[in-house]
């Protein structure tokens, strides 16, 4: 039965009423939103040290796991122990530690490892680093905001800029309040995720928009659709694209995630594929279910879409505008009314 779905939406054949459950989406997004601001209320970011402040300590022991070096690092009091490999040997960033407690690390570590203690070397990190950090990351996202509002505008138009920058701002929150639950640290590579995530799900938003603009640029007194079934089928035929486009880049990150943190504790990464594995679910959805409804609503606004839902109401007896089913038709970019030349001649025929 899976398999048959799965060949039915590769093909095109599945009529999904995207733009027609949008309460639905609404409403779903709305829970979300509420639980991501709750967790962010309630429990706060967990920032990690670089936001907080802490200490770095850099040494070389080539014969070392990284699981001896965690925990020596745990065995000495330290928390918050978050270890890497480098060029240079090993580089363990913890908790602001006070001078007795750097002086019983560096011994332990000396002691475990068979080195002289004043080759554990220690850097200290300052909070005003990290806000600095926060400070470029917030002036980057703004920018890049802009620039999406600019460009949306000028290749599209007002309506699907907003609705973009709206989904956008979903993704956040939501990405946002699944690192408040679930305790993960906030470092500069979640910025980068958060970042890089804007980017996929801004793409995934454009594909759909320029499908809509396309098909719905000949809808004129005389369609056959309103501009909400002309937009879902838009949406239909890009579909396969998005779900594609999302499974293959969510596979490597999975990996990342699930198995280089658990299997080889690859404890780095995991605060930016969190990042991205959420962002890139919640940014499909945001495209499928938030931005292409939201943009429905605002041009079913306009007086020439109420026109033709008003008009094809009352040919079909309907008294609600815009709310009819959508009809799966061929969707051909610069067609009339959206509908490809063949399925014209056979409805004269």
């Known amino acids: 039965m899976m398999s048959g779905i799965a060949r039915r939406l590769y093909r095109g054949e599945v009529d999904v009423d995207f733009v027609g459950r949008r309460k639905l989406w609404y409403g779903l997004s709305a829970v979300l939103l509420l639980i991501s601001i709750a967790g962010l209320i309630v429990n706060g970011l967990n920032l990690g040290v670089e936001f907080r ?9 080539p014969a070392a796991q990284i699981q001896d070096v965690r925990t020596t690092f745990a065995d000495a009091g330290a928390h918050q122990v978050i270890v890497q490999t480098t ?24 002691q475990k490892f068979g080195l002289p203690q004043n080759q554990v070397n220690l850097q200290v990190i300052g909070a005003s680093w990290g806000g600095q950090v926060a400070d470029k990351a917030i002036t980057g996202l703004i920018v890049f905001m802009l620039a999406i509002i600019l460009y949306l505008t000028v290749a599209f138009e007002w309506k699907m800029a907003l609705s973009a920058v709206v989904a956008l701002l979903h993704d956040l929150v939501i990405t946002a309040g699944v690192y408040a639950w679930s305790g993960f640290e906030v470092t500069p590579a979640t910025l980068l995720g958060f970042l890089t995530i804007l980017g996929y799900s801004l793409y995934d938003a454009v594909v759909v928009f320029d499908m809509i603009k396309e098909v719905t640029a000949k809808l004129g007194t005389t369609s056959k659709m309103t501009y909400t079934q002309a937009a879902n089928n838009a949406l239909n035929h890009t579909l396969i694209r998005s779900l594609n486009t999302t499974l293959v880049a969510i596979l490597p990150v999975a990996a990342i995630l699930f198995i280089g943190t658990t299997l080889f504790g690859a404890g780095t990464l995991k605060d930016l594929s969190l990042a991205l594995f959420v962002g890139m679910i919640v940014g499909t959805y945001s495209s499928l279910c938030v931005a292409t409804p939201m943009l429905v609503t605002l041009k079913e606004r306009e007086s020439r879409y109420q026109a033709i839902a008003r008009r094809l109401a009352s040919q079909s007896g309907s008294g609600k505008s815009g709310g009819a089913k959508s009809v799966k038709q061929p969707v051909t970019a610069g067609a ?8 014209e001649k056979r409805k004269k025929k």
């Open 53 to 61: 402040g802490g200490s770095v300590f850099s040494f070389k022991a």
């Open 336 to 343: 009339p009314n959206g509908v490809a030349p063949d399925a």
């Open 87 to 110: 060029n240079n040997g090993w580089r363990v960033t913890t908790e602001s530690l006070t001078p007795e407690g750097v002086t019983n690390t560096q011994k332990t570590v000396a």
